[in-house]
């Protein structure tokens, strides 16, 4: 049967943005493609017309093959949100240079290999959107985050140039820049007291920083405005974040 909704493609959608995203597209009726590594977490959603795949987005023949499993199932992707990423804070002489190399394979290739596995496809139906997540740490900087504004302000960078060439060929790209957001992402970060330090700046902007579905509505915002148009930037950050 033919689904009356195109496919939208969610990398990182087994926690945070991602999943908010997914539950947000999949009420609204579009079929799904979920890439992430852990599997159990996007399964267990129980979303209809979704394909949940285990996919590590530097991998970028299973991230194509991927998308291509879902294409066949659904039919052609309409919108991919690149939004596997990964915050490893640290202050520069001690942090691992290891991890500099992680987020710069997730944040910056990842992204370049989501858009790999949907440019061609777009540009040939002359249709499609491409929404990258990026940070506030995208456009300023902040203590501790070197390697992760490096990461940021590279997709910024790629995807403001990504839109300017793909602007001829109908397909949207789109920037969104969310501020701090309550999700798993600080828990990744090794360094005791800069998570402490950064637990306490989120406390300091009051109840609560941004929620994970405040940024899957900014998501869907540009994805369901009229074909003409393109949002090129979403920056949105809780009311109380003054950096
Ligand atoms: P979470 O840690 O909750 O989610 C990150 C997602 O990325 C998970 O689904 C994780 O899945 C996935 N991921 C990480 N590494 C890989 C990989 N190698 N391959 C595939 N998927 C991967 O954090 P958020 O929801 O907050 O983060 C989503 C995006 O939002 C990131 O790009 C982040 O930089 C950005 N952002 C977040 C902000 C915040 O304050 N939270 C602020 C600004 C931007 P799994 O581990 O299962 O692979």
């Known amino acids: 049967m033919q689904n009356r909704k195109p496919l939208i493609v969610i990398t990182g959608a087994s926690s945070g943005i991602g999943l908010a995203t997914a539950q947000l597209f999949s009420s609204l009726g579009h079929p799904l493609l979920l890439l992430a590594r852990r599997l159990e977490n996007m399964q267990a959603l129980n979303l209809p017309d979704t394909l949940a795949l285990s996919v590590d987005v530097t991998d970028r023949a299973a991230l194509a093959a991927a998308v291509q499993q879902g294409e066949a199932r659904f039919g052609p992707a309409d919108a991919i949100v690149n939004n596997a990423g990964v915050m490893l804070l640290g202050e520069i002489t001690r942090q691992d240079p290891d991890q500099w190399d992680r987020m710069l394979d997730v944040n910056v290739k990842g992204v370049l290999n989501g858009v790999h596995a949907v440019a061609a496809g777009m540009v040939q ?3 499609g959107s491409i929404i990258n997540v990026s940070s506030v740490a995208g456009r ?14 590279a997709v910024h960078g790629l995807t403001e140039n990504l839109r300017e060439e793909l602007a001829a060929h109908n397909v949207r790209v789109t920037t969104i820049a ?4 309550e999700t798993e992402l600080l828990g990744h970060t090794t360094d005791d007291s800069i998570k402490a330090g950064y637990e306490e700046w ?3 902007m009051g109840s609560k920083v941004l929620s994970a579905q405040d940024v ?5 915002y540009a994805y369901a405005q009229p074909d003409g148009v393109c949002i090129r930037e979403i920056v949105l950050a809780a009311t109380r974040q003054q950096a």
């Open 125 to 127: 139906r002359q249709r």
């Open 178 to 181: 969310p501020g701090a957001v």
């Open 140 to 153: 300023k900087t902040f203590p501790n985050h070197v390697a992760y504004v490096g990461t940021k302000f």
């Open 216 to 220: 899957a509505n900014a998501i869907h």
């Open 202 to 204: 989120k406390t300091s």
